[in-house]
């Protein structure tokens, strides 16, 4: 009989039990893989604390939510532009959504954003009052 010496057993044991550790996120044989179905497109996650994006435009010919119409669809162009020029003078972003193109919706929130970071005590610009 050939006898193991006890810290190569130890090592052995060791290794058996990591193994046996297997990792819940691994797809089992009979489930359906990622690569079967069919891609969605890409997904962005962006983070928490991240300025709004501007918006693409829908495709044509696709029906538009309230949501999804344009700022000058849903206001006219006048109403409008006048909208987009508060949301620019307040907003500090980079790259405000700040464009008639985009839905009324998401220019006021940037606006209410921008200017909800003023304190108490702090004068907020004339535009936020509008």
Do not use: F, W
Not at 30 to 48: L, R
Not at 87 to 98: K, Q
Request: net charge negative.
């Amino acid at each position: 009989m050939v006898r193991v010496p006890a810290a190569l057993a130890l090592v052995g044991l060791m290794a058996l039990s990591l193994a046996a550790c297997g990792s819940p996120e691994t797809p089992a044989a009979t489930e359906p893989t990622a690569a079967a179905e069919p891609a969605a497109g890409p997904v962005t996650v962006m983070p928490d604390d991240a300025p709004p994006q501007e918006e693409a435009g829908a495709p044509e010919g696709e029906l538009l939510g309230a949501a999804d119409r344009t700022c000058t669809d849903s206001i006219g162009e006048a109403a409008a532009v006048r909208l987009a020029e508060r949301c620019t003078m307040v907003s500090p972003a980079s790259h405000p959504p700040c464009n008639p193109a985009n839905a009324c919706a998401l220019i006021q929130d940037e606006i209410d954003r921008a200017c909800g970071q003023y304190g108490p005590g702090e004068e907020k610009p004339a535009e936020c009052a509008a």
